[in-house]
Each structure stands twice: as structure tokens, then as C-alpha cells.
């Protein structure tokens, strides 16, 4: 069962706050982050993990909640880098990631 | 470091054709994955190998599709034959070590277009 990421879409302004959610009908042992831009590839931005432990490598704020298998990501103070598409992967076995459809960011100046 | 690399980043056949679909990962990365993405849809699974071995085929979608890992190396994904539906954008990831709380790097993406 893919995860399901919501809001679709988001355009923002330069400066301004968005949420990203993620989340799952079934128990999760992560969350994982990717941002992707046109034709490139996705970038890894983080991984929750059970127990509160987090892993990335950008200034990017999220968070998970184990009982109710949701994870938001959060875009403060955005700029217009945080422009793409952001998937969200969970992960519940061996490393077979299930992604959400994506959220598309537009950041306008 | 180099990431993981993805050859050709773009493929136009006919259907009945046959297609094969390269990855290498980064260096020193035992484990590899082939996702794909189908116009406006999710990423898929479709397996995971662990040095040469398959751990996981199980979003292979048919026996049309064929994922080697000779030497435990790069990875090719043939697609034989080819049919319309196989069409989508194929990505190839790797880890170091593997597991879900592992990160994995992402190639570029090979954008299959089967007409």
C-alpha cells in the first residue's frame, strides 16, 4: 500500500511556511524525504526512523509519528531552491521503499 | 564521490523491440534498487540486489522484464518485448548498507518511451 502525501500542490512565495504530509495505513519503521527536480535526480533529504531518530543532510525540518504512521515535512522561510517535487518513502522491510505521489512546490519570488 | 549514473537517460523503441537499461552505483555500495515511475503515478519497487543476489523481485511486473548484476557491480534491466504500457521513467538507487533505515541515492533516471 503506497503512502499518501498530501497536499498535491503548493505555490508559495518566497519567505512564506508549507507542511507536506505523509502518511500510511500501515506500521512504519521510516520515513524517508526526497526532493526531485525536472529530469534530475531525487535527492535524498532525510530519514525519521523509529525511536525518533533522524538522518539527513540539508537544513530540512520534519517530523513522524509512529501511532498514527504519519510523517509531515516541514519548508520554512522557503526559498526558491525548495522549488520540485517531493516524495516521501516508507519503509517497512528489507529496503523496499513505497512512495506517495509526490507533492509539486512552486517558490515564486 | 560520483553518484549513481544512469545510461541512456532517454529511449525511444518500438513495441515488440527490446531495451536494456544500465545502472552503476556509487562505489562500494552493496545494495542496488530499480524503481520506476509511470507517467503522473508513484514511484514502484521493482527488486533489490544485494551485491549479485537478488534480495527482492517482487515488483517485477512480468517475465518480460529481466535484472542482472553480473560481478555485483553496475545492473542492467532488460525489457523483452516491449510493450506500450512499459513506458515510464526507470530509476536506479543504491545504499551502502541495506534495510529501511538506510538512505538511498537516487541515478537521473532513464525515461523509456515505448511507441
Known amino acids: 500500500q503506497q503512502p499518501v502525501q498530501s497536499p498535491q500542490a503548493v505555490i508559495l512565495r518566497e519567505g512564506e511556511d508549507a507542511v507536506i504530509n505523509c502518511s500510511s495505513s500501515k506500521a512504519l519503521y521510516s520515513v524517508h524525504w526526497y526532493r526531485q527536480k525536472h529530469g534530475e535526480a531525487p535527492v535524498f533529504l532525510m530519514i525519521l526512523l523509529k525511536g525518533g531518530e533522524q538522518k539527513g543532510h540539508e537544513k530540512i525540518s520534519a517530523s513522524f509519528n509512529e501511532k498514527k504512521q504519519q510523517s509531515s515535512l516541514y519548508l520554512t522561510a522557503s526559498q526558491l531552491s525548495y522549488s520540485g517535487t517531493y516524495f516521501c518513502g516508507t519503509g517497512r522491510s528489507w529496503g523496499k521503499l513505497q512512495f506517495g505521489a509526490g507533492t509539486q512546490v512552486v517558490v515564486t519570488p | 564521490e560520483a553518484g549513481v549514473t544512469q545510461f541512456p537517460s532517454h529511449s525511444v523503441i518500438e513495441k515488440g523491440q527490446t531495451v536494456t537499461l544500465r545502472c552503476d552505483p556509487i562505489s562500494g555500495h552493496d545494495n542496488l534498487y530499480w524503481y520506476r515511475r509511470v507517467m503522473g503515478k508513484e514511484i514502484k519497487f521493482l527488486l533489490h540486489f544485494v551485491k549479485e543476489s537478488k534480495q527482492d523481485e517482487s515488483g517485477m511486473p512480468n517475465n518480460r522484464f529481466l535484472a542482472e548484476r553480473t560481478g555485483g557491480t553496475y545492473s542492467t534491466l532488460k525489457v523483452q518485448p516491449a510493450e506500450l504500457e512499459d513506458s515510464g521513467v526507470y530509476f536506479c538507487?543504491?545504499?551502502?548498507?541495506?534495510?529501511?533505515?538506510?538512505?538511498?541515492?537516487f541515478g537521473p533516471g532513464t525515461r523509456l518511451t515505448v511507441t
Open positions: 538507487a543504491s545504499s551502502l548498507q541495506g534495510g529501511a533505515n538506510n538512505e538511498q541515492y
